[in-house]
């Protein structure tokens, strides 16, 4: 898949499941989908849901709730609960520890500073 296929999923999600004017996955699905289902022991104030992690960026002492999914070496894209963004971010940091870290640092420090201007 590419970045723009993964925008188009996540896209879809923060769309309740409609896609160009037709129901594609039922809203109440992606309703469960984006629930904090269970705690993150290790976490805090994280979640898991179906397939789906939630996480909480503060930005400008402004918190922003995400829900994402995430894949080997920093690859994300990331769903922004109460603003109108999904984030896509592709990398090759495999098998890295510092790959996740690595996509918190590029939203917080370049993407959120250049879109949200409060």
């Given at each position: 898949?590419t970045?723009?296929?993964?925008?188009?999923?996540?896209?879809?999600?923060?769309?309740?499941?409609?896609?160009?004017?037709?129901?594609?996955l039922?809203?109440?699905?992606?309703?469960?989908?984006?629930t904090?289902?269970?705690?993150?022991?290790?976490?805090?104030?994280?979640?898991?849901?179906?397939?789906?992690?939630?996480?909480?960026?503060?930005?400008?002492?402004?918190?922003?709730?995400?829900?994402?999914?995430?894949?080997?070496?920093?690859?994300?894209?990331?769903?922004?609960?109460?603003?109108?963004?999904?984030?896509?971010?592709?990398?090759?940091?495999?098998?890295?520890?510092?790959?996740?870290?690595?996509?918190d640092?590029?939203?917080?420090?370049?993407?959120?500073?250049?879109?949200?201007?409060?």
């Amino acid at each position: 898949m590419t970045s723009l296929d993964y925008a188009k999923y996540a896209q879809l999600y923060k769309n309740k499941g409609l896609w160009n004017g037709k129901q594609i996955l039922s809203p109440d699905w992606v309703e469960k989908t984006l629930t904090h289902q269970i705690q993150i022991p290790e976490r805090e104030n994280q979640f898991y849901g179906y397939l789906f992690w939630n996480k909480t960026f503060t930005f400008e002492g402004k918190d922003y709730e995400t829900y994402y999914c995430a894949g080997n070496g920093g690859n994300e894209f990331i769903i922004f609960n109460d603003y109108p963004i999904v984030i896509i971010i592709t990398s090759k940091a495999y098998n890295k520890p510092y790959g996740h870290a690595q996509a918190d640092k590029i939203v917080l420090d370049y993407v959120l500073p250049s879109i949200i201007k409060e």
